[in-house]
């Protein structure tokens, strides 16, 4: 098992393999943005009490849930890379931060094109709302802070170390409707009963949470390729990389 894991975690390996998948994950990926958009713009029916605006929820609430995720798939992979000092876990760890930040400022963006006809305001410092605005600044903090250090090795291990201490955020960005009178709702979709909401607006909502996980790797596999022959400019692989690009 460890020697499978350690060949993966080769970056000459998984330069070749990752170039075999990105095409198709980049197709899964805009078949199911097809079909989630489709689903819930189209099929879905109308809202008895907020009607077409809460359509807004088949990219808000996908784009929240990455956030969260991404910063959970960082914190992992720089812990993983500050312990056994895995190259791509590193990598992966620093080229998540900017796929994560865009996915933090989607949520952000259309959580207040939402709020502004259903709460009368653009924007509330309303707990949830303030503790996704923190996790934006962790992720543009994590971005700077490797781009501050010309060790990018150095600069790897300062990253994970951040990104585990801004862990901390993850709880209460989760909990924050449970654990105070906030205006943004509370779980819908993640109740340990049954989510409080038609299947024939649930199943689009699942598709396009899906669809966003599948571009994530998709952005990530891209982003670490390129980081990886950055890191490894002077490696015989990728000099036998670029040799055999220039005969081609």
Known sequence: MMKFIHKTASPPYFYRLSGLWIPWLGA?????????????????????QQGESYRIIYIHVPAA??????????????????????KLAETVAVCSAPIGAGFTLLALVTGSL???PMWGAWWVWDARL???????????????LYVAIPDKRVASRA???????????????????EWWNTLHQGPTVTKFDKPSIDMRMLLPLLIMAVAFKIYYVWALFLRVRVELLERERNTQWVKELLHQSKEA
């Open 28 to 48: 899964i990926t805009l078949l199911l943005l097809i079909a989630g958009l489709y689903g819930g713009l189209i099929a879905a029916p109308t809202d008895y």
């Open 130 to 144: 303030t503790a996704e605005l923190l996790l934006l600044f962790l992720y543009l903090g994590v971005m700077s």
């Open 65 to 86: 849930w990455m956030s969260l995720f991404i910063y959970m798939a960082m914190a992992a992979a720089g812990a993983i890379g500050l312990i056994w000092r895995i």
């Open 114 to 116: 939402w709020g502004k």
């Open 159 to 177: 990253v994970a170390l951040l990104a585990l201490v801004g862990m901390v955020n993850i709880p209460i960005i989760h909990y924050s409707v």
